[in-house]
T-cell receptor, first 113, second 109 residues
Framework: DAGVTQSPTHLIKTRGQQVTLRCSPK?????VSWYQQALGQGPQFIFQ???????QRGNFPDRFSGHQFPNYSSELNVNALLLGDSALYLC????????????FGQGTRLTVV | DAKTTQPNSMESNEEEPVHLPCNHS???????IHWYRQLPSQGPEYVIH???SNVNNRMASLAIAEDRKSSTLILHRATLRDAAVYYC??????????FGKGTHLIIQP
């Protein structure tokens, strides 16, 4: 089992551009969540997808959007990139339920210049 | 979201037990207590979680106060590989996790 895989591992973009990050969940998991982690801070919840719908959302602007595919993989899209969007973006997968643990990928390091 | 309070950092010696405290005085009756840790340059890793009773697994033990307003993560015999940031998180399990700044655990050889 490959666990949660994210691509790419590193990315450099220019202000104003758009970016797409990808996540493949752990085998058998149906729920994918995305987090943003700035340097020296804990991860911040962006949103969660289940059954191809956004189920829950954190305090992030509409520039952040996502998608979940029928095979449970997911994409995170960020439009109109700002310098402040530079961060480690983490994907976590789990089974939807009250008493479940989340498995995290290694993350995508996004640098906006 | 209910808030947790953890020390910014703690230091321990290798092969000794480590007790990592977490205060959560506003915890609700349905909130589980989750612990995750993040090793350098890695994504967070699940450690343990519980609701009311103390819990044990291969990685650690979780001791929950009777009034549930505090909990303690116990690493029974710390190794250098346990050096990480440890996060105490409250939640219903299915929802997104609300991470704080966590406790930076330093293990001295």
């Amino acid at each position: 089992d490959a666990g949660v895989t994210q691509s790419p591992t590193h990315l450099i973009k220019t202000r104003g551009q758009q970016v797409t990050l990808r996540c493949s969940p752990k085998s058998g998991h149906d729920t994918v969540s995305w987090y943003q982690q700035a340097l020296g801070q804990g991860p911040q919840f962006i949103f969660q997808y289940y059954e191809e719908e956004e189920r829950q959302r954190g305090n992030f602007p509409d520039r952040f959007s996502g998608h979940q595919f029928p095979n449970y993989s997911s994409e995170l899209n960020v439009n109109a990139l700002l310098l402040g969007d530079s961060a480690l973006y983490l994907c976590a997968s789990s089974w939807l339920g009250v008493n479940t643990e989340a498995f995290f990928g290694q993350g995508t390091r996004l640098t906006v210049v | 979201d209910a808030k947790t309070t953890q020390p910014n950092s703690m230091e321990s010696n290798e092969e000794e037990p480590v007790h990592l405290p977490c205060n959560h005085s506003t915890i609700s009756g349905t909130d589980y207590i989750h612990w995750y840790r993040q090793l350098p340059s890695q994504g967070p890793e699940y450690v343990i979680h519980g609701l009311t009773s103390n819990v044990n697994n291969r990685m650690a033990s979780l001791a929950i106060a009777e009034d549930r307003k505090s909990s303690t993560l116990i690493l029974h015999r710390a190794t250098l590989r346990d050096a990480a940031v440890y996060y105490c998180i409250l939640g219903g399990g299915a929802d997104g996790l609300t991470f704080g700044k966590g406790t930076h655990l330093i293990i001295q050889p």
